[in-house]
């Protein structure tokens, strides 16, 4: 008699992809843009949330626009440490993920979650995925984009190391430049190697702490939530 071989791993990603599309089409209907954000444990993915939304509401207020509705997801294995440092440093809605000891949030992991936050009632959902550079990678949350943090810290070789991740996402940021004089951190070489990986990712470098670089980042995000949540808006007309 043969023995049945089946591969569970290929099976589950087909169907979360196939929930993933799901997700992503009720999330259109609804006009609410869900935005993925990945990296490695102290790369300051909950910082630069914190810069980004406060940029957005100073950019808002600026140019005399109504200010996008925002929401943050926390995912990690334990703790409500990032959740309740977002509602603080923020105001917007915060809710903490726990993802009983897997190291990636899945696509109906994803959708618990816009539930619980109320995301028919937010134009912009941020997740922010457990820390890690392999697992967040392979599962599709159902995010209209999805975007890596990678911290000067951590070296320009990155994308080397876990090309699945930079091939999977749509834009990068670079944090901590303003540490960049005290570490071996070559723009040039890391461009290259995403480009190996990843030729057409818009990269911004910035540094959550000080500001600098959040304009651009913020400008083209800006951009891109509100002109899908037109192009929404207009096709369900």
């Known amino acids: ?8 791993k290929k099976t589950i990603l ?27 444990p102290g790369s300051g993915k909950t910082t630069t949330l914190i810069r980004t ?16 509705r925002i929401g943050v ?11 309740k440092t977002i509602l603080q440093e ?3 809605p915060a809710v903490q993920l726990h993802t009983g000891g897997m190291c990636h949030l899945d696509a109906d992991m994803s959708r618990q979650g816009l539930k619980e936050i109320g995301s028919g009632d937010l134009d912009l959902v941020f997740l922010e995925n457990v820390g890690n550079l392999v697992c967040p990678a392979e599962f599709d949350t159902g995010a209209v984009k999805s975007v890596v943090i990678l911290s000067v810290p951590e ?16 834009v990068v940021l670079v ?5 960049a004089p005290a570490f071996d951190f070559d723009r040039e070489r890391f461009l290259k190697n995403l480009a190996d990986c990843n030729p057409s990712a818009p990269v911004f ?15 083209w995000l800006d951009e891109e939530v509100r002109g899908y949540l037109a192009e929404e808006a207009e096709g369900r007309q």
């Open 175 to 179: 944090n901590k430049i303003d540490a």
């Open 14 to 40: 087909e169907d979360n992809d196939r929930d993933a599309d799901v997700l992503r089409e009720q999330l259109a209907q609804q006009k609410t843009y869900y935005m993925n954000v990945m990296s490695s």
């Open 53 to 68: 939304i406060r940029q957005l509401k100073a950019r808002a207020e600026a140019q005399g626009m109504p200010e996008l």
């Open 1 to 8: 008699m043969d023995v049945k071989t089946i591969e569970l």
């Open 90 to 92: 923020t105001g917007v």
């Open 205 to 219: 470098f910035i540094s959550a702490a000080t500001g600098e670089g959040a304009e651009e980042w913020c400008a």
């Open 73 to 83: 997801m926390e995912a990690d294995i334990d703790s409500d440490v990032d959740a």
């Open 155 to 170: 070296g320009d070789d990155k994308p080397l190391k876990y090309p699945l991740m930079f091939q999977e996402v749509d």
